[in-house]
């Protein structure tokens, strides 16, 4: 027993350690446009940002500090922004990305949700005026502690299981 409340202790520690260190916070995006001329096309990419700023209360936007999207065979990045990249929050409710760029094929923004990451989504317009849009996933990445936390849980359940 003395073994098992020493890998808890350990355990809560370090993910006490991590969280309070940790602010950045990192998301990965996927997309599927699935209306105008670029119908069937994919995206997928990350990025993150440091939420220690953010309050829970009222409309926040906290700057992205990496992204990284690939999208009709070209790399996009904070270097190709045409506005502040941005996290949108309300009330503590994270909504989505805002982020807009072009080069001489396309143009195209992520639009945060209104009242949900879930409403979020991608528009875009080529040079010849065609415009579409598609649809947004956003899932956050997990953080080490978590993965710390999950895999401790499960070896104290393994070593509980074996000693029964």
């Known amino acids: 027993m003395n073994f098992v409340r020493k890998l808890a202790v350990s355990t809560a520690l370090l993910a006490s350690i991590t969280s309070s ?3 950045e916070v990192s998301f990965d995006l996927n997309g599927l446009i699935d209306s105008g001329a670029l119908i069937g096309q994919t995206l997928s990419g990350s990025f993150s ?7 829970g209360t009222g409309t926040e936007w906290i700057d992205v ?3 990284n999207v690939n999208f009709l065979g070209d790399t996009w990045t904070l270097t190709n922004q045409e506005a502040p990249t941005q996290a949108a929050y309300v009330d503590g409710t994270f909504l989505g990305l805002s982020y807009s760029a072009s080069n001489t094929n396309v143009a195209f923004s992520f639009i945060p949700g209104v009242s949900a990451v879930s409403e979020a989504f991608v528009a875009y317009d080529t040079p010849l005026g065609l415009s579409g849009s598609g649809s947004l996933i956003i899932s956050p990445v997990p953080e080490a502690s978590t993965w710390a936390m999950t895999l401790a849980g499960l070896l104290l359940l393994g070593f509980i299981r074996r000693r029964n």
């Open 21 to 23: 260190q940790a602010a």
């Open 49 to 55: 940002f440091d939420d220690a700023t953010l309050t």
């Open 65 to 67: 500090s990496q992204l």
